[in-house]
């Protein structure tokens, strides 16, 4: 079997560039940033080639590791397409092949994968049920341009590139024995009026569509909807929530959704809590949060889980906080996280520290360190333990005020200051008694 087929659309591709450009106001490029798919994708480490690469209007770098070509796995065909989104009336198409930034030719390995490519124009994803554009059977590796471009006067939305090396085909020496997609970036033009919502051969007729945004040159038949309107005549707003062109997009978080703007999306009424911006597509910045994000976070523990929308630490508070928003401090006399700590002995209880506990104008009488939580040591009394007991080596406590020995004396001690020793004690009494110690 051989291959055999002639170009559906002769022409001189020289002469059409030129024609490009003497009248290139008058043409649009409908296919930028529509949905695309392509046969075989490569996922995961080399997403970036994926099939949109070839319609997001980026050409300066028609390498494989750009990221703006589309690229395919190996296989026995290749197929990628474009989704215009609605049928349009097409004039020609051009296409940048991945060159890998090098020489075109005979001495591009890559010239041999484009070779016998073919061009269709349809309104389903199926090439055979379109019309067939341009079908490559003349170009040789010497001949094949790295930038193509075809005429293409058909009606449709979905346009088609696709080659094939399939078994039992006999195909010219030059071609690759296997097939993949290099596609840098595949342009769709139509012809329309400089000026948005006119037509005719002066552009001066508006289109017979009041919310048109483009109709065709000739006919005036609507073919693109101003944002916020769809249908053949544009004659149907946005659905509650929805935006933009074809009503594609979807309201952000306004304040009120039935005053989203159907043309560009604002929320005409402001946002919801926890969202700002003229979409309310973003959400507060870190540390604030409510309505119009005005309101400041509390004392999270943790800033980043402060709830954009009403405010709550939802990892808990700082240490000498409480409450969902961590705006309160500890009740009198607790301090700490969770407020879960008792205050000490502070001299004054409401300057006893939410934080850390320390009594911040000092300590009760005979207690001594920053939590005022430890006694005086032993001979020691008052306030910072600044006071010494009357016999402060024999004292095991003294009286806050007088020293003297309210507590006991220390093992060997006697009396109201401690101050006698029990055996001196016992040899005064001894000649009372009789008894000899």
Same mark, same amino acid.
């Given at each position: 079997?051989?291959l055999s087929?002639?170009?559906v659309? !002769?022409?001189d +591709?020289?002469?059409v560039? #030129?024609?490009?450009?003497?009248v290139s106001?008058?043409y649009v490029?409908?296919?930028l940033n529509?949905p695309a798919?392509?046969?075989? !994708?490569?996922?995961g480490?080399y997403?970036k080639?994926?099939?949109?690469n070839?319609?997001?209007g980026h050409?300066?770098?028609?390498?494989?590791?750009?990221?703006q070509?589309?690229i395919?796995y190996?296989s026995q065909?290749a197929?990628?397409?474009?989704n215009?989104?609605t049928?349009h /009336?097409i004039h020609?198409i051009?296409?940048y092949f991945r060159?890998?930034n090098?020489p075109?030719?005979p001495?591009?390995?890559l010239?041999?994968?484009?070779?016998? #490519?073919?061009v269709?124009v349809s309104?389903?994803?199926d090439?055979?049920?379109?019309?067939?554009c341009y079908k490559?059977?003349?170009?040789?590796?010497?001949?094949i341009?790295?930038?193509?471009?075809t005429t293409c006067?058909?009606?449709g939305?979905? +346009?088609?590139y696709?080659? @094939?090396?399939?078994p039992?085909?006999?195909? !010219?020496?030059?071609y690759s024995n296997?097939?993949f997609?290099?596609l840098?970036e595949?342009?769709?033009?139509?012809e329309?009026c400089?000026v948005?919502g006119y037509?005719?051969?002066n552009?001066?007729v508006?289109c017979p569509?009041?919310?048109?945004?483009? %109709?065709?040159?000739?006919?005036g038949t609507c073919?693109g %909807?101003?944002?916020?309107?769809?249908?053949h005549r544009c004659?149907?707003?946005?659905q509650?929530?929805?935006y933009?062109?074809g009503?594609?997009?979807t309201?952000?978080?306004c304040?009120?959704?039935?005053? *989203? /703007?159907?043309?560009n999306?604002? %929320?005409l009424t402001?946002?919801?809590a926890?969202?700002?911006?003229?979409?309310?597509k973003?959400?507060?910045?870190r540390?604030?949060?409510?309505?119009?994000?005005? @309101?400041?976070?509390g004392h999270?523990?943790d800033?980043s889980?402060?709830?954009n929308?009403?405010g709550?630490?939802?990892?808990?508070?700082?240490? &000498?906080y409480?409450?969902? =928003?961590c705006?309160? /401090?500890c009740d009198r006399?607790s301090?700490a996280s969770e *407020?879960n700590?008792?205050c &000490?002995h %502070?001299?004054?209880v409401?300057?006893c520290?939410?934080?850390? &506990?320390?009594?911040?104008?000092?300590?009760?009488?005979?207690?001594q360190g920053?939590?005022?939580?430890t006694l005086?040591?032993?001979?020691? #009394?008052g306030q910072?333990?600044?006071?010494t007991?009357?016999n402060?080596?024999?004292?095991?406590?003294?009286?806050?005020?007088?020293g003297s020995?309210?507590y006991g004396?220390r093992?060997g001690?006697?009396?109201?200051? *401690?101050q006698?020793?029990?055996l001196?004690? =016992?040899k @005064?009494?001894?000649?009372l /008694?009789?008894?000899?110690?």
């Amino acid at each position: 079997m051989s291959l055999s087929g002639n170009s559906v659309y !002769p022409h001189d +591709v020289l002469t059409v560039l #030129f024609c490009l450009l003497t009248v290139s106001q008058a043409y649009v490029n409908v296919a930028l940033n529509k949905p695309a798919y392509q046969q075989y !994708p490569v996922l995961g480490l080399y997403d970036k080639w994926d099939a949109s690469n070839a319609v997001d209007g980026h050409k300066s770098n028609l390498s494989s590791g750009g990221g703006q070509c589309a690229i395919s796995y190996v296989s026995q065909t290749a197929t990628w397409w474009v989704n215009l989104t609605t049928i349009h /009336s097409i004039h020609h198409i051009t296409i940048y092949f991945r060159t890998n930034n090098e020489p075109w030719g005979p001495s591009n390995w890559l010239t041999k994968y484009v070779l016998g #490519f073919s061009v269709y124009v349809s309104n389903t994803t199926d090439r055979l049920q379109g019309t067939l554009c341009y079908k490559d059977d003349n170009f040789t590796r010497d001949t094949i341009p790295a930038v193509f471009t075809t005429t293409c006067p058909v009606h449709g939305q979905y +346009v088609i590139y696709y080659n @094939e090396r399939l078994p039992g085909v006999t195909y !010219p020496d030059e071609y690759s024995n296997d097939m993949f997609n290099g596609l840098c970036e595949v342009e769709v033009y139509v012809e329309r009026c400089p000026v948005a919502g006119y037509f005719g051969s002066n552009c001066s007729v508006p289109c017979p569509d009041v919310n048109c945004q483009y %109709c065709h040159i000739e006919t005036g038949t609507c073919q693109g %909807c101003k944002p916020g309107y769809k249908g053949h005549r544009c004659e149907i707003t946005c659905q509650r929530g929805t935006y933009g062109a074809g009503c594609k997009e979807t309201c952000g978080h306004c304040r009120d959704v039935n005053k *989203c /703007s159907i043309n560009n999306g604002t %929320c005409l009424t402001g946002c919801g809590a926890g969202l700002k911006g003229d979409l309310c597509k973003t959400a507060c910045d870190r540390g604030s949060y409510g309505y119009d994000c005005k @309101e400041t976070c509390g004392h999270c523990r943790d800033v980043s889980q402060c709830s954009n929308i009403n405010g709550w630490c939802l990892t808990g508070c700082d240490p &000498g906080y409480q409450g969902d =928003l961590c705006k309160t /401090s500890c009740d009198r006399g607790s301090y700490a996280s969770e *407020c879960n700590e008792t205050c &000490g002995h %502070c001299r004054d209880v409401d300057h006893c520290s939410n934080i850390n &506990g320390t009594c911040l104008t000092g300590c009760d009488v005979d207690y001594q360190g920053d939590l005022c939580k430890t006694l005086c040591p032993v001979g020691y #009394f008052g306030q910072d333990c600044s006071e010494t007991c009357i016999n402060s080596y024999t004292c095991d406590g003294c009286n806050d005020v007088s020293g003297s020995c309210d507590y006991g004396c220390r093992p060997g001690w006697i009396g109201y200051f *401690c101050q006698k020793r029990i055996l001196l004690v =016992l040899k @005064e009494l001894m000649p009372l /008694s009789g008894h000899n110690y």
